[in-house]
């Protein structure tokens, strides 16, 4: 896999990619148009975050590169890579509870507070991690 060089990109598949975790300095991305939404994204070498239409979709610390992003109502999927372990915050819906699966295997369930975030690590290591997260009930 390899850093996203501008920035934020649609895949051929419709999935998302964006980040670089090599830059030391913050660039970023405001007002990319996807399907009629916005999307903005910060990334370098500390943090990488995405925003649609003004809401956190993912933050990643340190920064990290994010592949083949897609979430929907139900579920989310990607692939991300970075050096060593980063953190992921994302909002999604207030109050449910949510199972994630790193590389396939279940890494247990987070619950969303009434501000519809989650946080969880994986240890990247410079190596792609695949993240799935599916709502629970």
């Known amino acids: ?3 996203i060089e501008e920035l934020i990109r649609v895949e051929d598949n419709g999935s998302l990619s964006f980040g670089n975790y090599l830059v030391e300095r913050k660039k970023k991305v405001v007002d990319f148009e996807v399907n009629g939404d916005l999307y903005y994204v910060k990334t370098f070498n500390e943090i990488t975050r995405l925003e649609k239409n003004g809401k956190l979709l993912l933050e990643a610390v340190p920064g990290a590169t994010v592949h083949n ?3 929907n109502d139900e579920n989310v999927s990607f692939e991300v890579e970075g050096q060593g372990d980063i953190q992921i915050t994302m909002e999604l819906e207030p109050q449910k509870d949510y199972r994630v ?3 396939g295997v279940n890494a247990g369930s987070v619950s969303a507070g009434i501000s519809g975030k989650v946080s969880f690590s994986v240890a990247a290591n410079s190596f792609k991690k695949t993240i799935g997260i599916e709502k629970i009930g």
Do not use: L
């Open 1 to 3: 896999m390899a850093v």
């Open 69 to 71: 992003f897609v979430m």
């Open 101 to 103: 699966f790193i590389d």
